[in-house]
Nanobody
Framework: QVQLVESGGGWVQPGGSLRLSCASS????????MGWYRQAPGKARELVAR???????DYADSVKGRFTISRDNAKNTVYLQMNSLKPEDTAVYYCKQDRITGAYWGQGTQVTVSS
């Protein structure tokens, strides 16, 4: 059973930064694409950023130039560095892992951007 544990969320003022982490259990982490998603109140969950096993990155247009996804295969961890945060970035952020056996989600971490 794969477990994903997110951390690093919190409250920040507009323009601030946060770094989210997602630690994965299970084997073969280095061969698996990882993604960060978010869900704001009353809205559908959306893809924020994704990184493949070979390090190819993809971002939602709304976060390009502000967010950076990265991974540390030695630590089975994926990160999301979020800079220049805006109130519209407020949401619960989830990491996701797609395996042959199915998709696995973390429990989510709340990010609140407000003054």
């Amino acid at each position: 059973q794969v477990q994903l544990v997110e951390s690093g969320g919190g409250w920040v003022q507009p323009g601030g930064s946060l770094r989210l982490s997602c630690a994965s259990s299970g084997s073969s982490f280095r061969f698996i694409a990882m993604g960060w998603y978010r869900q704001a109140p009353g809205k559908a969950r959306e893809l924020v950023a994704r990184i493949t096993s070979v390090g190819t990155m993809d971002y939602a247009d709304s976060v390009k130039g502000r967010f950076t996804i990265s991974r540390d295969n030695a630590k089975n961890t994926v990160y999301l560095q979020m800079n220049s945060l805006k109130p519209e970035d407020t949401a619960v952020y989830y990491c996701k892992q797609d395996r042959i056996t199915g998709a696995y989600w973390g429990q989510g971490t709340q990010v609140t951007v407000s003054s």
